[in-house]
């Protein structure tokens, strides 16, 4: 018989003092020579952020602080630039900008946002494995003007960027073309060199979303792009004023969007996606099926409600196509159905029921995508799935003889099964920036978060614990096998672009306790690592989920296609800060629901 927690809050606050900063525990060089500081890097939402006086003393900038007041004043030949804490918009030569971050105060240190810097200086930054450090990389011109220092000048030849003939602006921004990536959600690169600032926002009648680029130069002039797409119409680009470039995305509907920046310059745009039709029908087994057409099947979380009794259905990052509606349905325990745009991007469909319905899986079925429900609880489709399970003799769980297990541990008896990703001949994702597999990095945080989880008493097994390949189905079985309380899943991301990041946690929405962990790990994570918060996500076709009879989740815990979050991914002490992230969601989920 396992035993049951019963009091945490000791072992809890060993942990649960987090903040949105994670120390870098990389040596950070700017060109040759190692930044020595009192106060190390931080990383906020993946941006990676540096004591302001690394500006004045490795890249030759006036800096004036005014701590009580939280502004910041930075002067390099012939810029100021001007910030406040806490405030992600900036001034360049009085023109204003907005930074992914804002900057911060850490006990009298202030802390600024690196990538905004190195886009506005035209410098790289690189990631060195091997040392491990970070480098900001110069050029010859930009180093010779360091050499020189801030007060005399006069003698360096300045790039274009840094020269008041040409430019009012520190790194005049440069639209050089639009491109048109397609895809489910109309995906569209707006290739940029440089940092640039802009504005967003919908028209109707027609149609159109708009984005306007502020203090950015043309390249050449853009013609018109006629696209003809599910989403988006035509692409066009002028120039809206003396200090603006508006490109206008004709579209078919008018659906909310996402923009996001690339590391190396240029924004991302991703449209919702599409709903429209719905429908209702009993397939050949009886069971109710509502069906929808989409451009592809969005993500979605649902939620029962009482007094009156109602099924909400909530569609992530969607646009509903032609308004709201309603469908009288009559087939007990549905009533009607209800679906409106709740946000601009979550589509939500509202079951009028006169008894309990869950849905318990998705089929895309000629071209539209098709839920199909249980007539009942959660717990009553979990009772059935039970029943319907073979009966099989599963082994007494032997405790490790080579140590002891402590009664006053939050995991005290708790089997966990940690399942780091891929392996072997399978390498998941490779990044391609530095070629990392993702299987490598799943496995140092799998091992490191086995040894957390075993400290905190609990009786961990590994589905590998070194380099080789283990089948889907054979994880599922081991934890199975093994009478195991939860099964953790670890995996990297990737996306196709590289503006994607963060963090994000799936589960099988069939059990309500997935959901539950999710949640917890989620959350977690998310307060200790302080990285994008993706959230959770409903998944029915994963292999190492769907066929296992405990708690369930499989952890995305970042994307090697995003750079710097690469960076972040292949240090030992962000893989550590994840591991705990992990075992803090572990115990939450224990206290509050076993």
């Known amino acids: 018989m396992r035993k049951k927690v019963l009091m945490i809050l000791l072992f809890s606050l060993l942990f649960f003092i987090h903040s949105i900063e994670t120390d870098a525990a990389f040596k950070f060089y700017v060109g040759d020579r190692e930044v020595s500081s009192a106060t190390s890097l931080m990383v906020v939402n993946s941006y990676i952020l540096i004591p302001v006086e690394v500006l004045e003393e490795y890249l030759a900038a006036e800096v004036e602080c005014d701590l009580d007041a939280g502004k910041i004043a930075i002067t390099f030949p012939t810029i100021t630039i001007n910030m406040q804490v806490g405030e992600a918009k900036v001034l360049v030569n009085g023109v204003e900008q907005i930074m992914d971050v804002a900057p911060h105060d850490i006990d009298g240190h202030i802390m600024v946002p690196l990538r905004f810097f190195a ?9 060195d494995n091997k040392i491990p450090a970070l480098i900001l990389g110069l050029t010859d011109v930009v180093a010779d003007w360091i050499a020189a220092g801030s007060e005399d000048a006069s ?5 274009d960027f840094l020269d008041p003939n040409q430019s009012q602006t520190l790194g005049t921004p440069v639209l050089k073309d639009i491109v048109f990536m397609g895809g489910p959600r109309s995906r569209v690169f707006i290739d940029i060199e440089g940092y640039v600032a802009y504005e967003s926002f919908l028209l109707t009648n027609p149609d159109r979303m708009v984005i306007d680029l502020k203090g950015v130069e043309l390249a050449q002039s853009l013609p018109v792009q006629e696209i003809n797409d599910v989403i988006v119409q035509r692409i066009r680009c002028d120039r809206f004023d003396a200090k603006t470039i508006r490109i206008v995305f004709d579209l078919n509907k008018t659906t909310n969007y996402e923009i996001n920046r690339w590391p190396d310059g240029g924004l991302e745009v991703e449209f919702n996606y599409q709903i429209g039709a719905i429908g209702y029908y009993r397939d050949a087994e009886q069971r109710p099926r509502i069906w929808f057409e989409a451009n592809e099947q969005p993500t979605f979380q649902y939620q029962p409600l009482p007094s009156p009794m109602r099924l909400i259905i909530d569609f992530q990052d969607s646009t509903l196509l032609g308004g709201a ?7 007990h325990p549905l009533r009607g159905i209800r679906i409106n745009q709740n946000t601009p991007s979550v589509t939500r469909m509202v079951l009028d029921l ?8 998705v089929e895309e ?6 839920i199909i429900f249980f007539e009942g609880t959660q717990e009553e489709y979990e009772a059935k799935l039970a029943l319907e399970q073979p009966q099989v003799t599963i082994p007494e769980v032997p405790t490790p003889g080579d140590r002891m297990i402590s009664g006053d541990k939050p995991l005290t008896g708790r089997v966990i099964v940690v399942d780091p990703g891929h392996g072997g001949s399978d390498p998941g994702t490779i990044s391609s920036f530095r070629g990392v597999f993702e299987k490598e ?15 905190a008493g609990a009786i961990v097994f590994y589905t590998r614990n070194d380099d080789r390949y283990i089948s889907l189905f054979d994880r599922a079985k081991l934890a199975e096998m093994v009478n195991a309380d939860l099964l953790i899943s670890i995996h990297a991301n990737s996306y196709e672009g590289v503006a994607a990041r963060g963090i994000e946690t799936l589960y099988n929405p069939l059990y309500l306790d997935n959901f539950r962990l999710a949640q917890s790990i989620q959350s977690e994570l998310i307060a200790q690592v302080g990285a994008v918060n993706r959230g959770v996500r409903p998944r029915t076709e994963l292999v190492v989920l769907n066929n296992v009879s405990m708690p369930a989740v499989l952890v995305e815990i970042g994307f ?9 991914l292949i240090d030992s002490e962000y893989q550590q800060q994840i591991a705990i992230g992990l075992l803090n969601g572990v115990i939450i989920f224990f206290a509050q629901y076993r």
């Open 354 to 361: 006169d008894g309990p319905m869950i849905p318990v899986a």
């Open 441 to 455: 990095i799943v496995l140092a945080i799998g091992l490191k978060f086995g040894q957390l989880l075993e400290d």
């Open 119 to 127: 886009d506005l200086l035209g410098l790289r930054i690189i990631y």
């Open 365 to 370: 079925v000629n071209g539209r995508y098709e």
């Open 560 to 568: 090697l296609s995003h750079q710097e979050e690469e960076a972040l």
């Open 155 to 159: 003698g360096i030849q300045l790039p």
């Open 325 to 331: 509606r309603e469908l009288q349905v009559k087939d």
